[in-house]
Protein backbone atom coordinates (compact mmCIF):
# COMPACT_ATOMS: atom_id res chain seq x y z
CA UNK A 1 0.00 0.00 0.00
CA UNK A 2 2.85 2.29 0.69
CA UNK A 3 4.52 1.67 -2.75
CA UNK A 4 0.90 2.66 -4.40
CA UNK A 5 1.02 5.91 -2.34
CA UNK A 6 4.70 6.76 -2.89
CA UNK A 7 4.12 5.85 -6.62
CA UNK A 8 1.36 8.00 -6.90
CA UNK A 9 2.69 10.84 -4.85
CA UNK A 10 5.46 11.33 -7.51
CA UNK A 11 3.43 10.78 -10.43
CA UNK A 12 1.48 13.48 -9.34
CA UNK A 13 4.54 15.57 -8.50
CA UNK A 14 6.35 14.91 -11.82
CA UNK A 15 3.17 15.93 -13.51
CA UNK A 16 2.31 18.85 -12.15
CA UNK A 17 5.74 19.98 -12.65
CA UNK A 18 5.59 19.23 -16.62
CA UNK A 19 2.16 20.64 -16.52
CA UNK A 20 3.20 23.82 -14.24
CA UNK A 21 6.69 24.25 -16.28
CA UNK A 22 5.26 23.87 -19.47
CA UNK A 23 2.68 26.57 -18.77
CA UNK A 24 5.40 29.08 -17.42
CA UNK A 25 7.99 28.13 -20.77
CA UNK A 26 4.88 29.61 -22.67
CA UNK A 27 4.19 32.62 -20.34
CA UNK A 28 8.13 33.60 -20.14
CA UNK A 29 10.69 32.00 -21.77
CA UNK A 30 12.35 28.33 -21.35
CA UNK A 31 15.64 29.19 -20.41
CA UNK A 32 14.34 31.24 -17.45
CA UNK A 33 11.60 28.22 -16.36
CA UNK A 34 14.48 25.52 -16.68
CA UNK A 35 17.00 28.00 -14.71
CA UNK A 36 13.85 28.45 -11.79
CA UNK A 37 13.36 24.76 -12.33
CA UNK A 38 16.82 23.96 -11.29
CA UNK A 39 16.83 26.67 -8.45
CA UNK A 40 14.29 25.02 -6.73
CA UNK A 41 15.95 21.95 -7.11
CA UNK A 42 19.25 23.13 -5.96
CA UNK A 43 17.12 24.42 -2.58
CA UNK A 44 15.90 21.26 -2.28
CA UNK A 45 18.96 19.51 -2.44
CA UNK A 46 20.75 21.76 0.08
CA UNK A 47 17.91 20.75 2.32
CA UNK A 48 18.17 17.16 2.20
CA UNK A 49 21.97 16.78 1.75
CA UNK A 50 22.82 16.85 5.36
CA UNK A 51 20.56 13.84 6.02
CA UNK A 52 21.92 11.87 3.51
CA UNK A 53 25.30 9.64 3.96
CA UNK A 54 27.47 9.84 0.67
CA UNK A 55 31.22 9.21 0.14
CA UNK A 56 32.75 11.46 -2.06
CA UNK A 57 34.58 10.11 -5.06
CA UNK A 58 35.45 11.31 -8.79
CA UNK A 59 33.47 8.74 -10.05
CA UNK A 60 30.82 10.15 -7.87
CA UNK A 61 31.61 13.78 -9.27
CA UNK A 62 32.02 12.66 -12.52
CA UNK A 63 28.38 10.98 -12.64
CA UNK A 64 26.64 13.25 -10.59
CA UNK A 65 27.87 16.49 -13.31
CA UNK A 66 26.81 14.46 -16.57
CA UNK A 67 23.65 13.44 -14.94
CA UNK A 68 23.10 16.94 -13.98
CA UNK A 69 23.74 18.00 -16.86
CA UNK A 70 21.72 15.50 -19.13
CA UNK A 71 18.49 16.23 -16.56
CA UNK A 72 18.66 19.70 -17.73
CA UNK A 73 19.43 19.60 -21.27
CA UNK A 74 16.32 16.83 -20.89
CA UNK A 75 13.89 19.41 -19.07
CA UNK A 76 14.89 22.63 -20.63
CA UNK A 77 14.16 20.38 -24.29
CA UNK A 78 10.64 19.19 -22.44
CA UNK A 79 9.77 22.97 -21.58
CA UNK A 80 10.37 23.94 -24.75
CA UNK A 81 8.30 21.48 -26.62
CA UNK A 82 5.75 21.80 -23.73
CA UNK A 83 5.60 25.43 -24.63
CA UNK A 84 5.41 25.11 -28.75
CA UNK A 85 2.47 22.23 -28.88
CA UNK A 86 0.35 20.13 -27.59
CA UNK A 87 1.05 19.37 -23.63
CA UNK A 88 -1.48 16.16 -24.33
CA UNK A 89 0.85 14.32 -26.89
CA UNK A 90 4.32 15.89 -25.96
CA UNK A 91 4.72 14.96 -22.35
CA UNK A 92 3.78 11.32 -22.66
CA UNK A 93 5.78 10.59 -25.99
CA UNK A 94 8.12 12.37 -23.66
CA UNK A 95 8.06 10.08 -21.00
CA UNK A 96 7.62 6.92 -23.02
CA UNK A 97 10.91 7.93 -24.81
CA UNK A 98 12.76 8.35 -21.52
CA UNK A 99 11.53 5.17 -20.13
CA UNK A 100 12.71 3.33 -23.38
CA UNK A 101 16.41 4.61 -23.64
CA UNK A 102 17.14 2.90 -20.14
CA UNK A 103 15.14 -0.11 -21.05
CA UNK A 104 16.95 -0.47 -23.95
CA UNK A 105 20.34 0.22 -22.70
CA UNK A 106 19.43 -2.54 -20.17
CA UNK A 107 18.56 -5.24 -23.17
CA UNK A 108 21.44 -4.87 -25.03
CA UNK A 109 23.41 -5.48 -21.88
CA UNK A 110 21.59 -8.58 -21.50
CA UNK A 111 19.21 -7.66 -18.65
CA UNK A 112 15.29 -8.73 -19.69
CA UNK A 113 12.19 -9.21 -18.14
CA UNK A 114 9.67 -11.75 -18.71
CA UNK A 115 6.16 -11.76 -20.37
CA UNK A 116 4.72 -9.03 -18.78
CA UNK A 117 8.04 -6.34 -19.16
CA UNK A 118 6.93 -6.82 -23.02
CA UNK A 119 3.20 -6.44 -22.64
CA UNK A 120 3.97 -3.53 -20.61
CA UNK A 121 6.57 -1.90 -23.35
CA UNK A 122 3.50 -2.78 -25.83
CA UNK A 123 1.14 -1.07 -23.52
CA UNK A 124 2.70 2.03 -22.86
CA UNK A 125 3.44 2.50 -26.63
CA UNK A 126 -0.10 2.20 -27.00
CA UNK A 127 -1.34 4.13 -24.40
CA UNK A 128 1.00 7.06 -26.09
CA UNK A 129 -0.51 6.60 -29.05
CA UNK A 130 -3.82 6.41 -27.94
CA UNK A 131 -2.99 9.75 -26.24
CA UNK A 132 -1.68 11.81 -29.32
CA UNK A 133 -4.63 10.45 -31.33
CA UNK A 134 -7.23 12.83 -31.44
CA UNK A 135 -9.74 12.49 -34.07
CA UNK A 136 -11.34 15.82 -34.57
CA UNK A 137 -10.97 18.03 -37.70
CA UNK A 138 -9.83 21.05 -35.53
CA UNK A 139 -7.83 19.14 -32.89
CA UNK A 140 -3.86 21.02 -32.70
CA UNK A 141 -1.32 18.81 -34.21
CA UNK A 142 2.05 18.92 -32.39
CA UNK A 143 4.81 20.99 -35.06
CA UNK A 144 7.89 18.60 -36.08
CA UNK A 145 10.25 20.85 -33.93
CA UNK A 146 7.90 20.06 -30.71
CA UNK A 147 7.95 16.27 -31.62
CA UNK A 148 11.73 16.71 -32.21
CA UNK A 149 12.64 18.32 -29.41
CA UNK A 150 9.99 15.79 -27.00
CA UNK A 151 12.15 13.31 -28.55
CA UNK A 152 15.19 14.85 -27.60
CA UNK A 153 14.19 15.24 -23.98
CA UNK A 154 13.05 11.99 -23.26
CA UNK A 155 16.26 10.74 -24.96
CA UNK A 156 18.88 13.03 -22.03
CA UNK A 157 16.07 12.47 -18.92
CA UNK A 158 16.91 8.58 -19.84
CA UNK A 159 20.18 9.18 -20.40
CA UNK A 160 20.19 10.81 -16.54
CA UNK A 161 18.35 7.86 -15.54
CA UNK A 162 21.41 5.62 -16.63
CA UNK A 163 24.13 7.95 -15.32
CA UNK A 164 22.77 7.95 -12.04
CA UNK A 165 22.36 3.85 -12.31
CA UNK A 166 26.51 4.32 -13.68
CA UNK A 167 27.26 6.20 -10.66
CA UNK A 168 29.03 4.81 -7.48
CA UNK A 169 27.03 2.82 -4.54
CA UNK A 170 27.27 4.55 -1.04
CA UNK A 171 28.39 1.76 1.67
CA UNK A 172 25.56 1.19 3.87
Same mark, same amino acid.
Given at each position: *? #???A?? #??G??????? &??????????S????????????G? $??????S??V?? @?????A??????????????I????????????????????????? @?????? #?? *????????????? @???? $?? $?V???F $??????????????? *??????T????????? &???P????
Open positions: *M #LTVLG #LIAIAYGGA &DFYGGLAARRSTILTTLGVALVL $VGLALTPFSA @VSSYDWFYGAASGLAGAIGGLLYGSLAIGPMSILSPATAFISAI @VPVSVG #LS *MGEGGGASFYIAI @VLAL $VA $VLVG $VPEKGAVRPRPIGLL *MAAGSGFIGFTVILI &DLSRTPA
